[in-house]
């Protein structure tokens, strides 16, 4: 069964500061994909990023940054210089298997509610 | 770029009452999904079509059904409506191949307010 565990459900930092949203995963398939989505205060979810589980290179994107380190199953995911902008609720998912008829359903962790204050 | 299309943005309906939510997916994506998002709570999938045929089964209450249209677009139908119902519900998309499926991009999702 597949499970995704975001054990910070809010997260409080001062504009600046670097902070990491944890995520754990578990999954009985060798092939799986993981992913961050953020949802901002309006609502919508926007896709951060897509690892494969073939892939452990980290990953920098502008002030992002993910670590994803297979031994431990964890995919977590930094934001270095914090901005206000960046408040928001923060979600890992995880969908396992690769078919032809689909993307299997992402299964989601319950999100870390991040807060960066001025 | 052209992105995932739902309507309405907003509907507010009463107990009891039928409610229909609409998708247009990426272009040439082929598969479509459906998640309810509770107030605090996390996105629960709830269906998903592939080139217009059921491909996944979640946590649908049996008020509820979906189907994908020759189109690719997709509506939700929701009747005998409960309180509970109440919740964003988003729609996503994604591209299918032998190689690699395409990430899930998601709509702006509906706001459903059953009063």
């Known amino acids: 069964a597949q499970k995704v565990t975001q054990a910070q459900t809010e997260i409080s930092v001062v504009e600046k500061e670097d902070v990491t949203l944890d995520c754990v995963y578990e999954t009985r398939d060798t092939t799986y994909y993981l992913f961050w989505y953020k949802q901002p205060p309006s609502g919508e979810l926007v896709f951060l990023i897509r690892?494969?589980?073939?892939?452990?290179q980290n990953e920098i994107s502008g002030r992002y940054s993910w670590n994803f380190q297979k031994s431990t199953r964890s995919f977590n995911f930094t934001i270095t210089a914090s901005q206000v902008v960046d408040s928001a609720v923060y979600f890992c998912?995880?969908?396992?298997?690769?078919?032809?008829?689909?993307?299997?359903?992402?299964?989601f962790g319950k999100g870390t509610r991040l807060s960066v204050i001025a | 770029a052209a992105g995932v299309i739902q309507s309405p943005r907003h509907l507010i309906k009463e107990k009891r009452e039928t409610a229909t939510l609409k998708c247009y997916p990426i272009?040439?994506?082929?598969?479509v999904y459906w998640y309810q998002q509770g107030p605090g709570q996390d996105p629960q999938f709830l269906i998903s079509f592939y080139e217009k045929m059921q491909s996944d089964k979640g946590s649908i209450p049996d008020r509820f059904s979906a189907q994908q249209f020759s189109d690719y677009h997709s509506e939700l139908n929701m009747s005998s409506l409960e309180l509970g119902d109440s919740a964003l519900y988003f729609c996503a998309s994604s591209f299918s191949s032998r190689v690699s499926n395409s990430p899930l991009h998601f709509g702006n999702g509906t706001r459903l307010t059953v009063t």
């Open positions: 998912a995880l969908s396992d298997s690769l078919r032809n008829s689909g993307n299997t359903p992402l299964v």
């Open positions: 272009p040439r994506h082929d598969t």
């Open positions: 690892r494969n589980s073939f892939d452990e």
